[in-house]
């Protein structure tokens, strides 16, 4: 999945907590200047947006209501939509069942909150 070098990315970030998503949408403006970043607050929100837009890379928290993130990977992972963006799950839960449930239900990588720049941007390129 490395993204160095692209323009005009669009990346998706769901997560419940408006701090996490303005922290990240930074993270990711400073790397790509001319991203295009939306957002969401929970698995439907995400759901919905895949299926209307197209995402080089979806950002999606392992804790939300409604409808989680390892629940959203697994529908997504069984959706039949003709493209699936790569899905980088983000958690500050570091229990290693949890973990491991949320891997195995489709993601590319996963970052343990709080991380840094420097997490985000090796794991991306």
Not at 20 to 41: F, H, S, T, Y
Not at 57 to 64: A, G, H, W
């Amino acid at each position: 999945m490395p993204l160095a070098g692209y323009s005009n990315l669009r990346f998706l970030i769901v997560d419940d907590h408006a701090v996490n998503r303005l922290v990240l949408r930074q993270i990711l403006l400073n790397q790509w200047p001319d991203a295009v970043i939306v957002e969401g607050e929970d698995g439907f929100a995400a759901l919905c947006l895949i299926e209307k837009l197209t995402f080089d890379l979806v950002f999606l928290d392992m804790v939300m209501p409604n409808l989680d993130g390892i629940q959203t990977a697994q529908r997504l992972s069984l959706s039949d939509l003709p493209s699936k963006p790569p899905l980088i799950g983000l958690t500050a839960n570091v229990n290693p069942q949890d973990l491991e449930a949320f891997y195995i239900a489709g993601l590319s990588g996963l970052l343990l909150k709080p991380f840094k720049s420097e997490q985000l941007t090796s794991l991306i390129f």
